[in-house]
């Protein structure tokens, strides 16, 4: 499997994206790719097997739109009853993603971070932070699957806490906006940790204890991660 793109670029910026892939020498995907905000930066091409199943898929990565948002990743899967390539598109907004195998089994994970917290918490991308998530692709499809590696989620929580504690002494003012987005991303990590109740208390203790606080950061939890 070879892929191959064709482009113009000027200033960092790719435009007039073409993709080619092709097996054993035939062709069988040849594809503009659309642009958002009218160009493309940081363009990335990998070919891979990212499900162990032999049969290589084709990852085309890039930052599309203003400043730094937003990060995409479109996913190329052959389908051999049609002869043909399916696509999964991923969003990951202002985050971007690894390629790693965390549990060393020959099958790389994909690590990110919640794009729903980026600035959902946070008033500037500057302050902004987000819990960590940690994908599989299966069958043409991406799954969450952070809860299954509970060793590298206590670390990234324990380094969340750490960031907090610092952000805390430079601004010790509760009420700045460099605190909420931490330990929101914080309180999230403890509830797929298993260990939402010591979150919440310790987002308290360092968030302030009235109602009005505790209230606004219990809810987006209830409807993600209980």
Known sequence: VTAQLRYEKENYAYR???????RKSQTILEQNIP?????IRNLGLQVLDLDGEGEPEVILSFFAGQQRCCSS????????RRESYGITQQNWGY?????????????????????????RF????TDAIAPLQ???????????????????????TQRLWQTY?????????????????????????????????????QVESGYGRSEEHTSELQSPYVISYA
């Open 35 to 39: 642009l958002d905000g009218g160009f």
């Open 95 to 119: 985050e971007d993603y690894i390629l790693v195998d965390l549990n060393q089994d020959g099958i790389p994970e994909i690590q990110s971070r919640d794009a729903r917290f980026t600035l």
């Open 73 to 80: 990743s479109l996913i190329y899967s052959y389908l051999p």
């Open 16 to 22: 007039n994206i073409k993709l080619t892939i092709a």
């Open 134 to 156: 940690i994908w599989n692709y299966r069958q043409g499809q991406l799954f969450d699957v952070t809860r299954l590696f509970p060793t590298f989620l206590e670390a990234d």
């Open 165 to 201: 504690q610092r952000r805390q002494k430079q601004s010790p003012d509760f009420q700045s906006p460099a605190l909420k987005p931490v330990l929101a991303a914080y309180a999230a990590s403890k509830f797929l940790l298993g260990e939402g109740a010591e979150g919440f208390a």
């Open 122 to 125: 946070a008033d500037s991308i």
